[in-house]
C-alpha cells in the first residue's frame, strides 16, 4: 500500500504544479489544459471512459498471464536444456531489442483488429523482463549449494526442480514487477495501430480531434491500471518468495 500512498502524494504534487504552470503561462486549452479540466472529463463521459477501460483491461491482464505463462515455461526451458539455451537465448537478446511499434502493425496484420493482436502485444513486452530475470536467477544459482547437491547425487531434473527453481524464485518475482506495469503499455500500443476501442483508440480519436483533455483523461487512467498491476503482482507473488529478505 506504501506505493499506492506514494502515487496518491506524487499525484496531488503534479497537479499542482501542473495548474500553476497553465496560470503562469498563459497555455491554451488545445495545448494543456488544467487538472480540472481534465476531470470535468470524467464527469461529462463516465460510461464511455468505463466502457473503453474495460476493453484495455481485458487485453492487458489477458497479456500479463499468457506473456508470464510463456517467459516462465522459456526460462525452464533454458535451464533445463543448457545446450539449447546458448542457443536459443542470443535469439531472444535479438527480439528483445526490436521497437514495439515495429512489430505491432506485423501483429495486426497476422491477429487481425480485435483484442487477439492486442493481447499478443502485451504479451511481448511482459515476455522478456520475466524471462531475463527469472534465466537470470537460475544461472546464479551458488555453485556451494550446487556443489552441495551434487553430493547426494541427485539428477539434473531434480537439482532443477528441487533446488534451483525454488532459489531463483525473487528472480522471477523482479521480472514481473518489472513486466507488470508495462502490460497497459502493450495494449495500448496495439490500440494505436490499430483498433475501434479502447483507451489507445480514445487517445488517437481525441489527438486527431485537439480533445487534449480526453487525451490527458485517458492516460491518467493508464497511469492508475499500471500502479495497480504492480500492486496486484506484489500482494500476489509475496508467498513465492516470503523467505528472501528485502534491504
Given at each position: ?32 489544459p488544467?487538472?480540472?479540466e ?20 481485458a ?10 505463462a ?36 506485423l ?45 547426494t ?5 531434480q537439482a532443477?526442480?528441487?533446488?534451483r527453481?525454488?532459489?531463483a524464485?525473487?528472480?522471477l ?6 513486466a507488470?506495469p508495462l ?37 491518467a487512467i ?5 500502479v495497480?498491476l ?18
Amino acid at each position: 500500500m506504501r506505493l499506492a500512498f506514494t502515487f496518491v502524494r506524487s499525484l496531488v504534487v503534479l497537479a499542482a504544479l501542473w495548474q500553476a504552470a497553465v496560470v503562469v503561462f498563459a497555455l491554451p486549452r488545445y495545448l494543456l489544459p488544467t487538472p480540472v479540466e481534465v476531470l470535468a472529463v470524467f464527469a461529462r463521459q463516465p460510461g464511455f471512459l468505463l466502457e473503453q477501460s474495460l476493453v484495455t483491461i481485458a487485453e492487458m491482464l489477458a497479456g500479463l498471464a499468457v506473456g508470464t505463462a510463456f517467459g516462465v515455461a522459456t526460462a525452464i526451458g533454458l535451464a533445463a536444456f543448457p545446450r539449447f539455451g546458448k542457443l536459443v537465448w542470443p535469439v531472444v537478446l535479438v527480439l528483445q531489442a526490436f521497437p514495439v511499434f515495429v512489430i505491432a502493425p506485423l501483429l495486426v496484420l497476422w491477429f487481425g483488429f480485435g483484442m487477439a493482436s492486442k493481447i499478443v502485444m502485451a504479451a511481448i513486452i511482459i515476455f522478456f523482463p520475466v524471462v531475463s530475470a527469472f534465466s537470470d536467477g537460475l544461472r546464479r544459482t551458488d555453485t556451494q549449494i550446487l556443489d552441495a547437491v551434487a553430493l547426494t547425487k541427485a539428477s539434473h531434473w531434480q537439482a532443477l526442480r528441487l533446488v534451483r527453481l525454488p532459489l531463483a524464485l525473487p528472480g522471477l518475482v523482479t521480472g514481473l514487477r518489472v513486466a507488470a506495469p508495462l502490460a497497459p503499455l502493450g495494449a495500448v500500443v496495439g490500440e494505436w495501430v490499430g483498433a475501434s476501442a479502447g483507451l489507445g483508440f480514445v487517445i488517437v480519436q481525441a489527438n486527431a480531434r485537439m480533445q487534449t483533455d480526453v487525451v490527458f483523461a485517458a492516460m491518467a487512467i493508464l497511469a492508475v491500471f499500471a500502479v495497480a498491476l504492480r500492486l496486484l503482482v506484489d500482494e500476489a507473488t509475496r508467498p513465492l518468495a516470503h523467505w528472501a529478505r528485502e534491504n
